[in-house]
């Protein structure tokens, strides 16, 4: 199983980790759109765009239609919400060890503060 998820993970997070492939992503949030359509919008040749679509359409982010010559691109049914919620748990992780140093930080302000009116 965790086999599955890793492999799973490794292809969402290559297919996100380029900013066209992101910028593909929120085109087709908002309307399906041809590859034509998007290799125009993103300046980059159809060639560039198909291997980009490509890439999407492996990860399960896009599905392609062929009707005649034209290839209609669309956001896939499978969301992120596994790769979401694995981001939130080490995000929460992260957050509870910075509320931690906030409190070292805050004991050795209030013992410098301390020692400062002692000196004195």
Not at 21 to 28: C, I, S
Not at 49 to 68: I, P, S
């Amino acid at each position: 199983m965790v086999q599955y998820h890793q492999t799973r993970f490794d292809t969402s997070f290559a297919a996100l980790s380029d900013a066209t492939r992101r910028g593909v992503l929120e085109q087709l949030g908002r309307a399906d759109a041809s590859i034509t359509e998007l290799a125009d919008k993103f300046h980059m040749t159809l060639t560039g765009m198909k291997k980009h679509v490509g890439v999407l359409e492996q990860a399960g982010l896009v599905t392609t239609e062929k009707v005649g010559r034209v290839r209609t691109c669309r956001l896939g049914l499978r969301g992120l919400e596994e790769e979401a919620a694995w981001i939130e748990g080490y995000r929460q992780l992260w957050a509870a060890r910075f509320d931690e140093l906030d409190k070292v930080v805050e004991e050795l302000k209030r013992k410098e503060k301390a020692d400062g009116r002692r000196k004195r």
